[in-house]
């Protein structure tokens, strides 16, 4: 039975170009370890580092990194979800907003390989919401109405220990 080790909740996460990923602090100085743009998909992986294309990036997201012992359950119901290999030099994991700017040690875990699951929530309908608020509400009823859509779109961050690829 997989234990849960260490977790981080960041409620509101920021994404700039539409961007904001999770690396090993080394992929920012190492290019061969960073992450491709996702481009019109949702996800990119490098060998140390992910880009995840969000739909909102103004609105705040809601950011979860779990680490586990072994392969955690799978979440209930993400819209997306993908399993990727990757390697952490030094463990530790660096928050990247793009040009918002990085958040290094947002999370620490021993160096080595992991398996880590990416799962999403709140992305098919975050954009009808917000136009459907900025088509029928003005001024300060648009604001708020915008403020409470902050944190629907989510991500989830599951890492278990694997072996390296070979």
């Not at 509101?12 to 920012?28: N, V």
């Not at 490098?46 to 705040?60: E, H, Y």
């Not at 819209?79 to 040690?105: K, M, Q, W």
Request: net charge negative; with cysteine.
């Amino acid at each position: 039975m997989a234990d849960l080790l260490d977790s981080v909740v960041e409620p509101d996460g920021a994404a700039d170009h539409q961007m904001f990923g999770i690396c090993d602090k080394r992929a920012f100085v190492e290019r061969d370890l960073a992450a491709p743009v996702p481009g019109r998909g949702w996800l990119g992986v490098g060998r140390s580092a992910v880009l995840i294309g969000v739909v909102m990036d103004f609105l705040g997201l809601h950011v979860g990194v779990e680490r586990w012992n072994s392969e955690p359950p799978e979440p209930q119901d993400p819209e997306v979800t993908n399993t990727a290999r990757l390697h952490f030099p030094t463990g530790s994991l660096t928050y990247d907003a793009i040009a918002a700017g990085p958040r290094p040690d947002f999370f620490t875990v021993p160096p080595g390989t992991y398996k880590v699951r990416i799962s999403g929530w709140g992305r098919a309908d975050i954009w009808d919401k917000w136009c459907e608020i900025n088509d029928d509400l003005d001024g300060d009823e648009a604001e708020e109405a915008t403020e409470a859509l902050r944190g629907h779109e989510r991500y989830l961050f599951q890492l278990w220990p694997s072996t390296p690829e070979r």
